[in-house]
């Protein structure tokens, strides 16, 4: 199985330093790609991104948006991305995928030959493409399939952590990945 | 970490044997506690126990409803339980909750210590009970819970498959658990 | 256009009086038709009930359910019926559509020729039968309907006010039927 | 009561003619003002203007959606507008507001002195402004809303029907205004 292709990203939202799949090695890469004027991404994607952002523990999965533009260029700027990522307030990393001189379709879209937008991508611990998949997809099976590949070897190394340890210590169901909100989700020991 | 109780079913619907859990050992197991006169059960608790039925391989994931009348028992009757599973056409096996003589909780409802209906309960593949969850809880939650449970070691032998194997042979992200639908969804590497 | 015909009740939940449409002659009547273990009529039909009911003002609309059995009639009994609204804490007056002892359909059911369950009904002022609907339908839609019949003549004299009177003497739109909320809905004079 | 100040629009789409309230007098208005960029518009203002277009008569009601842009003006421009509404297919006429130089709020904004966006205009059918609602407003509300409007006299004159004419000839309930679909729905007298 063959590596994820790295992303070509022409700039970067909600984050300081620039991201690459490399520098994430060791944790699940979740990337949801999008147009600010795809109605399924704005509807359904984007908060599912988010949900997925709010509910994983981010030492195990990184949410990335990616803005791939491959119709009405002209007005889906860099600066109304920016717009509309600050009135719709997404919390996770969004990179603009970069042009291509040679036509419509940018370079990160050409390269995992995504068929359009939503499309979601899962890369796992190692930087395997495990997923690509083009239109709606329900919570639960976004749940299921994330929870998986965190669930495999593979981990970074993490203080008091051995390298590529799978599974939890101790017994409780959201030891890793999924963990209940403060309401309980109550687990025994 | 204890065992799971067994349950205590007085009868059985969607179903032509009796189940136990000791006969499910080797599966992650979802019981959907609830009563038929709930309104969180009936809009949220079954439809995603049956979300999850029909999302995770059988072979992998056994979902169960346990009816657990703890008010009302004049009206939440066996016949009336068999009329709204009729109506409802709820797909997956559902034990009623053994009445107890001393008093308005059933056995297992009281061996569990439920605090109410809807309840959500997972066991793992070795038979130990993971969450016990009282009240709603959102499906990418559930979803990423019983995938990583399934994920898990624990698995009985199947033809052509090591006992206790827990990883997928190959690459694709739903080899095991949360498969995807006929429309496809997965590249493998 | 002939009256609708009277309903034929065994026992009323909710109201410490019987109600008859003879009764509510000057108000517009709105009838949902429903049974405990139908599905549509607990997911969209009694909420929406509700909502009408919690809508308009209870001067001009009077919302009632009727509860008609025509199948499962051993578990469907008045006492079932009451532990339901218990928990599901509808709040409108709901009467027991009478059984016939020569088949399986109640007595208002027949009178009225109802389809199943859920069933719309709309009683104009005068005590005609405006609609009669079998299956779900929208919220715009049913507030539309309500909010037309409503704005007909026929309402019964009210102190201050003339008899017949349809249309509101102020300009704000929602002078009678559909008043907004506490949060505003403002209007200019 | 005054009129309802003229719409003052800097380009249409969806028409190939300019419209105006004035040219509207006889009809009911509904005006649905808003932002490509807010969140509420778009989940759920303008699906909900789009269902009032589909479900009143248009020789009763004419929905026009206003796009009042007070923030982001560089890049929610003209064109910017016109990819929005090709994506998202909504079926009605839309102007957008004119630009003030002396200020962010467009010309329409002001006169009607909306506090923002989502807004709900209801102008009757004699050119009076009945409802100025900021925010998310219920799908029964809307319909009743209107339905109340279109109830009261005002109607210019159509073949076959005396101008003023308030009330249906017949009795069904969609003689005017929320007709019911193909499927049927009403019962005449």
Redesign the interface.
């Known amino acids: ?2 590596y994820a292709p790295e992303l070509e990203i022409a700039q970067w939202l909600n984050t300081d330093m620039p991201i690459t799949l490399q520098g994430l090695r060791g944790k699940v890469v979740v990337v949801h790609a999008f147009q600010m ?3 399924g991404c ?2 359904h994607g984007l908060p ?1 991104a988010a ?2 952002h709010a ?2 523990d981010a030492r195990d999965v990184a949410v990335l948006g990616l803005h791939s533009v491959f119709e ?1 260029h ?4 860099p ?2 991305l920016e ?2 990522v ?3 307030r997404h919390p996770f990393p969004i990179g603009i995928d970069r042009p291509d001189a040679s036509g419509p379709l940018p370079r990160t879209m050409q390269a995992y030959g995504l068929r359009g937008t939503p499309s979601l991508l ?1 890369i ?1 611990r190692r930087g ?6 083009f ?1 709606r ?17 593979g981990a970074v190394a993490r203080a008091g952590m051995a390298s590529g340890e ?2 939890p210590a101790a ?4 030891a ?3 963990a ?1 909100d403060a ?7």
């Open positions: 199985m063959d004027l795809c109605p704005v509807a599912q949900a997925v509910m994983f009405h002209a007005v889906m700027t600066q109304a717009a509309f600050h009135e719709y899962l796992d395997r493409l495990r997923l690509n998949h239109g997809i329900d919570d639960m099976r976004v749940g299921a399939l994330v929870a998986q590949l965190v669930a495999e070897p799978a599974t017994g409780d169901v959201h890793r990945g999924a209940c309401n309980g989700c109550v687990v025994s020991g």
